[in-house]
């Protein structure tokens, strides 16, 4: 069909078509900052969670280490006294070193038992660590490969764009008159929302009634637009009178 014999009601369902269409390709070229802004997000999200467990796990190193010369020290003050046990030849002396020694070898044993602690919530710590960094190369890699994805489709969405331009400039020529210029108005103060189909008695952008009178005036050709919501109403394929020859 060439572009002369296309009736209004043609063009405005296409152009209507195309306005929906573009709507569509830029809302895919729009997703594409956003979720790269969300992939940014996570990345920095797990970033935090490595540091933090870094952070946990060297706290709990040091905590660690620190409970293991206390441990050492224990044991030392043990063999210290053991020593002067064996040189002690007052009783009374005696007696108070090997009460100390006693309590030493009590502490000391709470303290292994600290230590033990510490070193299995280490070694969990540096699970976390590893867990935590597998988890931000999988956040970095997913980033990427969304991004390389992207980079294949932006191009083609644009390309895509550009026709669909092409093709409502073009059909926009065929507008004359009073359509014409009830069109250019309605683009203007609705941009992509310019057009609508009259369903039934009603209009298919706001669904408010359309009196009588002008579905009649729709009916005849003329140009009529919805009082409540300003688009421009064209008649549906199944309502065109002219389809039905
Ligand atoms: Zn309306």
Redesign the pocket.
């Known amino acids: 069909m060439s572009s002369q014999a296309l009736t209004i009601p043609e063009i405005l369902r296409r152009l209507h078509g195309l306005h929906q269409q573009m709507d569509q390709l830029r809302g895919r070229l729009m997703k594409g900052p956003r979720l790269a802004q969300a992939h940014q997000e996570q990345i920095r999200q797990a970033e935090n969670n490595l540091d933090q467990a870094k952070k946990a796990y060297n706290d709990t190193r040091l905590a660690s280490h620190r409970k293991q010369l206390e441990y050492e020290q224990k044991l030392a003050d043990i063999q210290r006294r053991k020593g002067r046990l064996l040189e002690c030849d007052d009783n009374r002396e005696y007696q108070l070193l090997k009460d100390q020694i006693a309590a030493d070898e009590m502490a000391a044993s709470v303290l292994a038992d600290e230590a033990i602690e510490l070193m299995t919530r280490v070694e969990e710590m540096a699970v976390k660590v590893q867990e935590a960094e597998a988890a931000l190369a999988a956040a970095k890699d997913a980033a990427a490969k969304w991004q390389a994805e992207f980079e294949k489709q932006e191009p083609v969405i644009r390309q895509e764009i550009a026709q669909v331009e092409q093709e409502l400039k073009h059909l926009e020529t065929l507008l004359t008159g009073d359509v014409r210029e009830l069109y250019q108005r309605a683009l203007r103060n609705k941009g992509s929302s310019a057009l609508?189909p009259l369903r039934g008695e009603f209009?298919?952008?706001?669904?408010?009634h359309?009196p009588l009178q002008m579905r009649s005036q729709l009916l005849l050709g003329n140009a009529i637009w919805?009082?409540?919501?300003?688009?421009l109403?064209y008649l549906p394929e199944n309502e065109n009178p002219h389809s039905r020859s």
């Open positions: 609508a209009c298919g952008g706001c669904n408010q359309v919805c009082r409540s919501c300003g688009r109403l």
